[in-house]
Structure formats: C-alpha cells, structure tokens
T-cell receptor
Framework: DVKVTQSSRYLVKRTGEKVFLECVQD?????MFWYRQDPGLGLRLIYF???????EKGDIPEGYSVSREKKERFSLILESASTNQTSMYLC????????????FGEGSRLTVL | AQSVTQLGSHVSVSEGALVLLRCNYS??????LFWYVQYPNQGLQLLLK??????LVKGINGFEAEFKKSETSFHLTKPSAHMSDAAEYFC???????????FGQGTILTVHP
C-alpha cells in the first residue's frame, strides 16, 4: 500500500524555537508538497519540490523553508516559530506526468505557545 | 492561475437524503479536477477525479461528480447520505497532469439520523 508518512502527529513548541517537520514517501514520486490547513481557508501551498535539491515557493512561503536531500524525504523547517504558525501541516506527493492526484500523509498538528 | 470556490462551508442533510456539495473553478486551460475527503484527525483521501473523457465521474463510497465546462462547475453528489459520510470535503483544480493543486475552502458535511 502506498504511503506518505509524517514523523510527528502532534507537536507543541515555544515561540522562537526551530521546528522540523519530516515527511517520507515510499512511492518513488518526483514531486513533494507541503500544505498548511486552517479552518475556513482550506489548504494553502507553502513549498513544493520537483526533484532532489529543487524547491519552489508556493502561495505562503514566508517564515518557512524546506529541504530535499533525498528523493523520498521532504522536510519543512520553521526557523523561528511564531504563534500564527499554529496549524495543521499536510505533506503530499505525486508522480511526474501522472494523473495529477496527490497522496497525503495524516498531517502534523503544530501548536506554538 | 487557477482558483476554486466551494459554495457553503457547512452542509447538513438527513440520513438517506441527497448530498450536493458545490464547486466552481476558474482556469485558463482545461483543468484537472478532484474531490478529496478528510475524516477527523486524518489526512486527505481521493474521492474522484476528472482528467479527460467522460464528464460524469464516479468515485468511491457512491459519490459522483459532473464536469460542466459551460458552468465551470464540478459539483459532488451522492443519492443517499449515510452517517459515515460525515466529514470535510475539498474540491481542487490543477492545470497540469502533475504538480500543485489549488484547493477550495472546504465544506463540512453533517449527516443527521
């Protein structure tokens, strides 16, 4: 069964801490994505990557960075967490030149105090 | 650029009643369209997708959607609601067969006994 795994389901951090959210996919997908989900706003794209060491900004990249050193792993980094980054973070992947559907992880709920 | 509007942030139906969740999109090129479902504390899973071909698309759990180009709509329907259909539903659009999806704001479906 195909799988996208996010390392932490729930995290609580303090303002100013550096936060790492890890995502691993076992489908050999080229593309990986980080979305943020907030009530009433749906999912908003933070960053995505089409290949190892490649990254592109999404719609709301401010305050975030990403790392993709290996094809299967895509990390989201909050350099200095703030309370307005309290949210659900969803990682997803898909195949290049496929049918376009995204495969999602179960999400990481981050609370910044 | 593409965008998605879901009409109604909350929809409530009785068990056995018709489910209709509305989605309108804008896209400068023929779109790929998706409906995803999210159950509490889980990631998103694909219900159905339209890429090319037949405009009436059947998905899992008895859901279907019809692509209407003239109305730029992709509404989701199910003839008879079940209690297990209670969840949040997201419509999404993409202009490529790979890459990023743009999501609507989401519609929370409540099913009453």
């Amino acid at each position: 069964d195909v799988k996208v795994t996010q390392s932490s389901r729930y995290l609580v951090k303090r303002t100013g801490e550096k936060v790492f959210l890890e995502c691993v996919q076992d489908m050999d997908h080229e593309n990986m994505f980080w979305y943020r989900q907030d009530p009433g706003l749906g999912l908003r794209l933070i960053y995505f990557s089409y290949d190892v060491k490649m990254k592109e900004k999404g719609d709301i990249p401010e305050g975030y960075s990403v790392s993709r050193e290996k094809k299967e792993r895509f990390s989201l980094i909050l350099e200095s967490a703030s309370t307005n980054q309290t949210s659900m973070y969803l990682c997803a992947s898909n195949q290049g030149a496929g049918t376009g559907e995204l495969f999602f992880g179960e999400g990481s709920r981050l609370t910044v105090l | 650029a593409q965008s998605v509007t879901q009409l109604g942030s909350h929809v409530s139906v009785s068990e056995g009643a018709l489910v209709l969740l509305r989605c309108n999109y804008s896209s400068s090129v023929p779109p790929y369209l998706f409906w995803y479902v999210q159950y509490p504390n889980q990631g998103l899973q694909l219900l159905l997708k339209y890429t090319t071909g037949a405009t009436l698309v059947k998905g899992i759990n008895g859901f279907e959607a019809e692509f209407k180009k003239s109305e730029t709509s992709f509404h989701l329907t199910k003839p008879s609601a079940h209690m297990s259909d209670a969840a949040e539903y997201f419509c999404a659009v993409s202009i490529t067969s790979y890459g990023k999806l743009t999501f609507g704001q989401g519609t929370i479906l409540t099913v009453h006994p």
